[in-house]
């Protein structure tokens, strides 16, 4: 009979044994119906425990292979992609925000190609400012899919950023992010107040549902901005 032990004790006693080296590197685990028995738990329950151990790095499953402990545990890094404003909020200083240019225009060739957009494809362009404490902290410039989010054409972002609008409208099942260094060109000059030429940290994200594109954001941020990686 199956009683109501949690995939959190289930985790933490693998754990337990994987380091004791009673499973060590490279060893086979048994397989979730005998752990479920082992366990007294559903099988369900022992499944969520193996995602875990999976997503942390910690074992390795293959299709008819069955589970393996990892030779070296995979480090994932782990990436929080905050609110611009709880973000800076979050380093104590007051956030403000201004929506520099807003426009419906057809979607340019560089971003069709790159979302995949059929031509014509209409898109909301929004160029954004975010400051901290009354200095430029964040230019935004996005394109957001009509023909995904067609409830952002009406939206108001003269007081309210995208990313919080989006994040309040629509999920997301997939997002690609790349980094990258940029000389600021003359008007990324003027609204971060730095001058032209200077090294920019630069974000570009894109991000889907169920394959459909939804949005593309280009960040660039002030001169000296840091971006922190847990793993």
Known sequence: MCTTTSFRVIKADILRRISGGEW?????????????REFGAARATVSRAMRELVDDGIVERKRKAGTRVRPVPLRQVRL???????????????YRYALVSSETVPAPNWLRARLDLRQGAEMLHLVCLHLS??????????????????????ADFSTLGPSEWLSRQMPFSDIEISFSASAAEAEQARQLSCAVGD??????????????????VRMVYRCGHRLIARY
Not at 133 to 154: F, K, M, S
């Open 199 to 216: 090294p920019l940290f630069r974000i570009e994200r894109q991000t889907f549902w169920e394959g459909r594109p939804i949005t593309f």
């Open 24 to 36: 060590p590197p490279g060893s086979l685990l048994p397989n979730e119906l005998a752990l479920a």
């Open 80 to 94: 929080d992609i905050p609110l611009v404003r709880v973000e800076v909020e979050a380093q104590g200083s007051s």
């Open 133 to 154: 404490d009354g200095h430029p902290y964040q230019l935004e410039d996005r394109w957001i899919n009509l023909g995904a989010v067609p409830q952002a054409e009406q």
